[in-house]
């Protein structure tokens, strides 16, 4: 005989929705699956597109968002172009109004807001005031671009509301460090084998290298050496930290030549401005946590980067083609006060700027010759780029979100300057991240390609919630300790 639940007081254990969801996802693609497998006979286009986004449609429901989050930054610096939009712009979208609706159903908890409402509204409004300036024959571009505008908030907020606690932090960065792998695995290819990179084009990843009048410089997935040197430049920061932090040795085994690999490829991009920030970003990692630093293990790990720094750069110049970074340095001039490779650029952009200064030329940046034979070209600023694009209000608006960004996490960095721990590292790191961007986007514009753009916008996100994070968890410290003084 069934017993009584409710007269023995008792509860039905209801079925997690994580698991339920879990069950479906995997029945949904077990009958994909097998549609999939009688299409290797009689291939249709239509029908493998369909049943793709119905399965892209199904995880977005049906699996726990920080995995569909976690796939979609895993992607981010190779996008698959389809006529509406890259994948990562369709899956931001998806991904985000499946999160709404999981919201609303209970599957998530109740957003929370990133602190930077008022910018962000009033930056968005900038971009669409911007379109009473752009060309009719490129608004079908500044509406891509801005479609792309938007998908990139629609990540941050994502991102943002994923980060909870302190092993949200560590999923996102895993998620990052595993694309990270993969944008390397290609620079590797081109620059050590470069015979065998059309296999990256099989895949449709796009692959690239630069041959310039000074050598060969990577530029990875992003076809662009600055852009793939800037990522490096975040990267060896993260790597950095997970050698200190490791207290497992057999995983340095993986940390250290990721590292190793990390600073060959940055010289291998031959990149000067990435280079200069990248010390100014230690130098401020090492100044901001110089009292919980345990130097006894950075100052061999700084050895051992300095090392493979000199290895790396004997091995590039002997048995490779690419450019030197050290005599890119060394015949760096100025010209006005400016670095000479940038001043025409800058004055070009700056006289553009000045005709439409207040709400600029559009999101869409247009590069080439135009009806009056100027050559447009990328201005290498971003401040320029901002101003060009949505107009001088709308660049100040933007380094105004950049800057209470860093002061949100220079704040955190320096109430956990005084512990020894890996959160305290963390959010000291990503705020060394932001000072790199800070110094690099002096003479480039990691926001004028798609990828580019959502990567900035992720980490802007990363570095808003470990603040947040960082910030609760010591005002739970000094109110425990506060309670324990008065008892």
């Known amino acids: 005989m069934r017993p009584n639940m409710s007269r023995l007081g008792g509860r039905v254990r209801s079925v997690p929705p994580e698991v339920v969801g879990l069950g479906v996802s995997l029945l949904v693609a077990a009958v994909i699956g097998f549609i999939l497998a009688g299409q290797i006979i009689s291939p ?3 029908m493998i597109e369909a049943l793709m986004a119905a399965a892209v449609l199904f995880a977005a429901f049906l699996l726990p968002s920080r995995w569909s989050v976690g796939f979609m930054l895993f992607i981010i610096p190779f996008p698959q172009y389809t006529t509406i939009g890259s994948t990562t712009v369709i899956f931001a979208f998806i991904i985000f109004a499946f999160w709404i609706l999981r919201v609303a159903v209970g599957y998530e908890r109740r957003p ?4 930077l409402e008022l910018p962000l509204i009033l930056l968005t409004l900038c971009y669409v005031i911007s379109f009473a ?3 009719p024959g490129h608004w079908a571009e500044a509406v891509a671009k801005f479609r792309i505008y938007i998908s990139s908030i629609l990540i941050f907020y994502l991102v943002v509301n994923l980060i909870r606690t302190e092993r949200d932090i560590h999923f996102i960065l895993n998620a990052l460090l595993l ?3 993969f944008v390397t695995l290609v620079a590797i290819v081109e620059l050590w084998i470069p015979r065998y990179s059309y296999i990256f084009s099989a895949l449709r990843v796009k692959s690239e290298t630069a041959m310039t009048t000074e050598g060969v410089r990577v530029g990875s997935v992003y076809g662009d050496y600055e852009m793939f040197a800037e990522y490096l430049a975040i990267f060896i920061p993260v790597l950095l930290l997970r050698v200190l932090n490791e207290r497992i040795a057999l995983k340095n085994i993986l ?13 291998a991009t031959a990149t000067r401005g990435a280079f200069l920030s990248l010390i100014a970003g230690v130098v401020y990692l090492v100044w901001v946590a110089r009292k919980i630093v345990n130097y006894q293990k950075l100052l061999p790990v700084l ?19 690419t450019a030197s970074l050290f005599g890119r340095l060394g015949k760096t001039e100025f010209v006005r006060g400016m670095p000479d490779t940038r001043a025409q650029r800058w004055s070009e952009a700056w006289g553009r700027i000045q005709q439409s200064p207040w709400i600029g030329y559009g999101p869409y940046y247009f590069i080439g010759v135009d009806e009056k034979n100027v050559d447009h070209k990328y201005p290498h600023s971003l401040f320029l780029f901002l101003a060009h694009t949505i107009g001088i209000p709308g660049a100040l608006i933007f380094y105004w979100i950049l800057f209470r960004a860093f002061r949100m996490s220079y704040r955190a960095a320096k109430r956990y300057a005084t512990q020894r721990s890996e959160l305290a590292y963390t959010v000291v790191l990503l705020s060394g991240i932001l000072v790199i961007f800070f110094v690099d986007e002096i003479k480039i514009s990691f926001l004028r390609y798609e990828n580019t753009q959502h ?3 992720t980490m802007l996100g990363l570095l808003v ?9 010591a005002d739970e410290t000094e109110r425990a300790r506060l309670e324990s003084r008065a008892e």
């Open 44 to 46: 249709s286009k239509r």
């Open 112 to 115: 929370i807001t990133s602190g």
């Open 133 to 135: 300036a752009v060309d």
């Open 179 to 181: 694309s990270f792998c």
């Open 255 to 267: 940390w250290i030549p990721l590292l190793g690999v990390a600073i060959m490829l940055l010289l």
């Open 303 to 321: 050895i051992t980067a300095l090392l493979i720094f000199y290895v790396s750069s004997i091995a590039l110049n002997r048995y490779t083609a």
């Open 455 to 457: 990567f900035t916008w």
């Open 465 to 473: 919630s470990a603040s947040r994070v960082a910030n609760r968890r």
